[in-house]
């Protein structure tokens, strides 16, 4: 993560900048922006940090500097940012974790964390930009293309999105053929596995399997019937040989740099 929640603003920017110079030097090959910044990061005098705030400039200049790519979550599913109650579709899952609910008054609403980040984009068009779980706009992949379109800097990846792409296959299918070479994969790591629920690490990624590869119906989602997200059941989609290899390994090849060129932006640095 870029910035650790204790950290005042004011203080600590060149001094994150500096580490992510050191990491790199390490072998540190790109970043990883929790959605902490945005939500609930705040600056010395109490107020929340957004993530186009200008005092973070010098974090975002110095990972476009090595070409190190900016893995940002920037937000959370928009039934998280609704009243948790019976129209809620993911009440079940709301009423299982409540801290994952994003009221108003407590949070920014999800049109306002949308907003910031198009305007880093749009600011820093040099960073390379990925935005977790297909930028958090698994719902609305008009929006989600309009993003691709509009900032080259930016990709998508597709971690813990199973259960939304695929119940809009036709919708899902266009969108990654369209977008075939700024998609990246991720599975979320496999958060939340739990043997007592059968949900092993071979059943877990030969689900993803099944929804990308095969044109199975009406098939689990990823660690389905764990987290609750609404019970449903998703479509696979059956992508091309040539789209699933950038999917899975062409496109992460592309954006991630090599040791060298990482060495050779920190010698420009010095």
Do not use: C
């Not at 005098?45 to 070409?67: F, K, M, Q």
């Amino acid at each position: 993560e870029v910035l650790r929640p204790e950290l005042h603003i004011h203080a600590g920017i060149e001094e994150e900048a500096r580490r992510i110079v050191a990491a790199a030097r390490d072998g540190a090959r790109g970043l990883k922006v929790n959605k902490s910044l945005g939500f609930a990061i705040r600056d010395a005098d109490g107020a929340r940090v957004p993530i186009d705030d200008r005092r973070l400039d010098p974090i975002w200049r110095t990972a476009a500097a090595l070409g190190l790519p900016v893995l940002i979550h920037s937000a959370d599913p928009p039934a998280f940012f609704l009243r948790a109650d019976r129209r809620n579709e993911r009440y079940e899952e709301l009423v299982q974790n409540p801290d994952w609910a994003r009221p108003p008054g407590r949070y920014p609403s999800f049109a306002t964390l949308m907003a910031e980040r198009e305007r880093l984009l749009a600011r820093h068009a040099q960073m390379i930009v990925v935005g977790a779980h297909v930028g958090s706009n698994e719902e609305d992949l008009a929006y989600a293309a309009s993003m691709l379109d509009r900032f080259p800097n930016y990709y998508v990846d597709i971690s813990s999105r199973v259960a939304a792409l695929g119940r809009q296959p036709y919708s899902a299918y266009r969108f990654m053929l369209q977008y075939q070479d700024r998609i990246v994969f991720g599975s979320d790591g496999g958060f939340g596995l739990h043997p007592t629920e059968n949900w092993t690490p071979e059943r877990f990624f030969r689900s993803y399997i099944e929804f990308l590869e095969t044109r199975n119906e009406y098939i689990e989602y990823p660690l389905w019937g764990m987290l609750n997200q609404g019970r449903w059941r998703v479509h696979g989609i059956g992508l091309p040989r040539e789209v699933l290899e950038k999917l899975y390994s062409t496109n992460a090849r592309r954006i991630l740099p090599t040791a060298a060129d990482v060495q050779q932006r920190l010698a420009a640095l010095r």
